[in-house]
């Protein structure tokens, strides 16, 4: 059973600072996906990782990818408040069609 | 841009009442899915469906059922509500992963469902 874990599962942070959330994963897999949420809102697509070493970056947030690890990271640079979400990541067994999420990591950005 | 929309954004029924819950997708994808989301659980999957009239249980479909009759269309059914089923309940689509694509699931404005 494919099973996804992130951490922290709550992060409060201060505007300008940098953190990482993490996202481990069990077992054999060639796709991940990093999404956000906003509060009473659905979610919303942020980054696909296809490959082992991905990077990919928008604005503030950078996703990578380490298949043989089994981990994928979302780090955030210089925060400000409008990051503040949940952000999910989730993965697909390989040749699977349905994904497989992580419990959420709430981020909150205090001023 | 994908469009998924669901039926209703709020709904209350009673324990009991059969509850029909649709959503649309307007991209032509094959693949369609039903979460549902709750605090500290993440979101589960509960049925997926992969062509029309075609359906596949995800990890928690006890008490649901699905209907995919047009491509376009995916719908949820709760035969007899019960409070425990009491959640936001999200819908998806995606292309299937033979077509182009990098496989990602679109999804919708979810419907929060108060069963009493």
């Known amino acids: 059973e494919l099973k996804v874990e992130q951490n922290p599962l709550f992060l409060s942070m201060q505007e300008g600072k940098n953190y990482t959330i993490y996202c481990n994963y069990s077992?054999?897999?060639?796709?991940l996906y990093w999404y956000r949420q906003d509060p009473g809102k659905s979610l919303e697509s942020l980054f696909v990782?296809?490959?082992?070493?991905a990077v990919k970056q928008e604005g503030r947030l950078m996703a990578s990818l380490d298949t043989k690890a089994r981990l994928s990271t979302l780090h955030i640079t210089a925060a400000v408040h409008d990051l503040s979400a949940t952000y999910f990541c989730a993965v697909d067994k390989s040749g699977n069609e349905k994904l497989t999420f992580g419990t959420g990591t709430r981020l909150t950005i205090i001023p | 841009d994908v469009k998924v929309t669901q039926s209703s954004r709020y709904l209350v029924k009673r324990t009991g009442e059969k509850v029909f819950l649709e959503c649309v997708q307007d991209m032509d994808h094959e693949n369609m899915f039903w979460y549902r989301q709750d605090p500290g659980l993440g979101l589960r999957l509960i049925y997926f469906?992969?062509?029309?009239?075609?359906?596949e249980k995800g990890d928690i479909p006890e008490g649901y059922s699905v209907s995919r009759e047009k491509k376009e269309r995916f719908s949820l059914i709760l035969e007899s509500a019960s409070t425990n089923q009491t959640s936001m309940y999200l819908c998806?689509?995606?292309?299937?992963?033979?077509?182009?694509?990098?496989?990602?699931?679109?999804f919708g404005p979810g419907t929060r469902l108060t069963v009493l």
């Open positions: 469906s992969y062509d029309v009239k075609m359906k």
């Open positions: 998806a689509s995606a292309v299937v992963r033979s077509r182009e694509g990098q496989g990602e699931q679109f």
């Open positions: 077992t054999t897999s060639d796709r």
């Open positions: 990782l296809l490959s082992n070493g």
